[in-house]
Nanobody, 128 residues
């Protein structure tokens, strides 16, 4: 059974920082693509940041320069360091692992392919 265990969501003031953590169990970690997705009320599921087996990364425009995604193959863990947080960064953040490619996002944040594995989500609230 594959499990993604997330932590780190919290309430912070605008301008503050948070680090989200996701430990992946039961999956060949170093071969999978990993990503953090955000779902906020009234908005579609958005791929915020992704990291791949070669450690290359992808960021949404809104995250560039403020968020950093990283991974440690020995710990089977991927992190999302978020800085200079804005109220619009708030939402439920989901950790996703995919054995093929990361889903593009859109619609609701939920599993849509057999190759995808989703965490339970962690809430990030940013107060202005």
């Amino acid at each position: 059974e594959v499990r993604l265990v997330e932590s780190g969501g919290d309430t912070v003031q605008a301008g503050g920082s948070l680090r989200l953590s996701c430990t992946i169990i039961g999956l060949k970690f170093d071969a999978a693509a990993k990503g953090w997705y955000r779902q906020s009320p009234g908005n579609e599921c958005e791929l915020v940041a992704g990291i791949f087996s070669d450690f290359s990364t992808h960021y949404a425009e809104s995250a560039k320069g403020r968020f950093t995604i990283s991974q440690d193959n020995a710990k089977n863990t991927v992190w999302l360091q978020m800085s200079a947080l804005r109220p619009e960064d708030a939402g439920v953040y989901y950790c996703v692992a995919d054995t093929e490619w990361l889903p593009e996002g859109g619609g609701s944040c939920q599993k849509s392919a057999d190759s995808e594995y989703w965490g339970q989500g962690t809430q990030v609230t940013v107060s202005s």
